[in-house]
Each structure stands twice: as C-alpha cells, then as structure tokens.
C-alpha cells in the first residue's frame, strides 16, 4: 500500500492551485474567440476551459483511501485467519485419527482452499482500489 496519507488526496485543494492558470488560459481563449478563433473543445461557451478543469471537482480520493485502509484491513485479517486454519488443520491428525477424522480433515482442507480464495479476492480487490486511487491522483495532479 502506498505511504500516502488521507490529506495527500485533498483533490478540492490540488484543482484550487491551478484555477488561477485555468482563468488565464480561459481569458487567452475568450480573446481569441473574438479575434475569430473557433475550437469545438475551447470557444463552444465561454466558460468551456473551466468547464473541462472542473471535471474532477467533488471527487473524493480521501473516502478511496479510507476504502483502501479497510480493504487493507481485511486483507490482514482474512491472512490471519488462514494461518490459525493452517494451524489448526496440522494438529487435527494429531488429536483425531480414523475415518472421522480423514473426514474432518478433508473437510477442513477444502474449508482452507475456499477460504484461500476469497482471501487473494480480497487482496486483489484491495490492490485494484489502490491502482484506481493512484492513478485518479495521478489525473488531478498532472
């Protein structure tokens, strides 16, 4: 998991210092609107540069990271219970021997494998959440 903290992903503050660039830059274009430069993307309307920096406005990578601390989470947790399950599957021979035993035993394995998988389902899940939230950071802050 990466080292940021909560407020790194303060994206209102990152989009709030480059608004004064973006009003420049719009009022460049609003200049060369009326010197006759049409751009479908940039003179469409005559706030349409703003427009496109605000599309991240009102995103909120502090609730992602707050997901991916949980996520982070039960990834830790589903681990150790895995290995008490481990655990406790090698000692089962040891105290329950014969045909019910073989059967706990079985059981307890295919217990181990399911729980395997949800397992690394978790880990995965919790390693894409943080991808996403590193890669929409990236997309404010660039």
């Known amino acids: 998991m990466s080292e940021h ?3 790194n992903y303060d994206v209102a503050a990152r989009l709030a210092q480059g608004r004064p660039a973006v009003d420049t830059v719009q009022q460049y274009v ?3 609107r009326q010197l006759g430069y049409h751009h479908q993307d940039l003179t469409l309307h005559p706030s349409q540069v703003r427009d496109w920096y ?7 990578l502090a609730a992602l990271q707050r997901g991916c601390v949980a996520l982070d989470s039960a990834v830790h947790a589903s681990q150790d219970a895995l290995d008490v399950q481990d655990r406790q599957l090698a000692q089962l021979s040891t105290v329950w021997q014969g045909g019910g035993g073989d059967a706990a035993q079985d ?3 295919r217990h181990g494998d399911a729980s395997a998988a949800v397992a690394a389902a978790v ?3 919790a390693e894409a959440l943080v991808a996403l939230r590193e890669d929409l950071w990236q997309v404010v802050s660039t």
């Open 107 to 109: 059981f307890l394995r």
């Open 123 to 125: 880990r995965t899940a």
């Open 54 to 60: 605000g599309t991240e406005d009102g995103m909120d």
């Open 30 to 32: 609003l200049a060369c």
């Open 5 to 7: 903290s909560a407020e």
